[in-house]
Structure formats: C-alpha cells, structure tokens
C-alpha cells in the first residue's frame, strides 16, 4: 500500500478513535466559510468535522460498523467525532441542518451500535449532559432535603409552643 494511503487511513483511525460515537454527514454545498461556522459550533461541545475519503473510512472502522454503513459511504462524506456529549453534538448538527438546509446526517455509530439518520434526530432531542447531571443532582438533593425537613420539625414545635407560651404569659 502507497505510504500517502496509509496514512489517510492512519489519519481516519485516529478520528474515529477520539471519541465513542461518531456521525457520518454530507458536506456537498457548503463553501469554506460555512464549515468554518460549522467547526467552531462543533468545538464549543468539544466535537471535531473532518472531511475524509469513504474509502479510508472503509478501511479504518471496525468491519461490523462498515457492513451497515458502507451505503452512506458514497458522495460527499465527512466524519464529526469528539465531545462527550453526543446528543449535543447530534443537537449542533440539526440546528445547523435547520439553519443552512446543507450538511444532512447519513448515519453513524455510538458504541459498537450503527445509528440511522432518523436516530441521530432522535438523540439530538435527548436533554444534554449537563441537563442530565443537574437533574441527577436534584434527585440526589431532594432525599437529603426532605430529611433535614423531618428531623427539624420537634425543635420547630418546640419553639412554637414556647413562643404561645411566652406570649400569653
């Protein structure tokens, strides 16, 4: 194999190994400043778009993922890894898809598990990862609330019966 190959592949395994999912798109129609504006939304969640060669995505993916997205490998195709946020990811891809009409989701993978375009859409509706956490954290929280509330009503009695007591005395 010529050495400029092996490195594209090298190159396509690298990105694919930065992150858990990666989402394949078509970039046809968008000029530079486009994808551009495209990166850097990508980079506040951490995510990278990096066009490829289908042949070196062919080559650099596990063959289980290949067997069921070799026909997305077709075109124009661009890989979006990174973050640890998928479904944000997956959200900055469909605003952008909404805002510009280009850049359309072929399909991808999270995990050992190939994900359609329609299941990208429905990721990219899950909340985000903070939203998550901070939902976990208010369920963690709401227990030891509610504790403190029980474990503080004989003294607040208390009080109250001392205070009618003081005030009618």
């Known amino acids: 194999m010529r050495p400029e190959k092996t ?4 190159e396509a395994k690298s990105h694919l190994g930065k992150s858990e999912y990666f989402f394949l798109t078509d970039y046809h129609g968008i000029d530079a400043q486009e994808t551009s504006d495209l990166r850097t ?3 506040e ?15 650099a993916a596990s063959p289980e993922l290949i067997e069921e997205l070799d026909p997305h490998l077709k075109g124009h195709t661009a890989i979006v890894v990174g973050g640890d946020d998928a479904s944000g990811v997956a959200k900055v891809l469909g605003e952008y ?6 850049v359309s989701v072929k399909g991808g993978a ?6 359609s375009a329609d299941e990208i859409k429905q990721l990219a509706k899950l909340p985000g990862l903070e939203q998550l956490r901070s939902q976990l954290l208010s369920l963690l929280n709401t227990p030891a609330t509610s504790l403190v509330t029980v474990l503080s009503a004989p003294a607040r009695g208390m009080v109250t019966v001392l205070k009618a007591k003081a005030d009618k005395g």
Request: proline share 0%; no cysteine.
């Open 7 to 10: 490195y594209l592949i090298d």
């Open 41 to 43: 939304k990508l980079a």
């Open 45 to 59: 969640r951490g995510a990278e778009f990096h066009v490829v060669k289908n042949s070196s995505i062919r080559l």
């Open 97 to 102: 898809f909404k805002t510009k009409e280009k």
């Open 110 to 115: 999270l995990g050992d598990r190939t994900l």
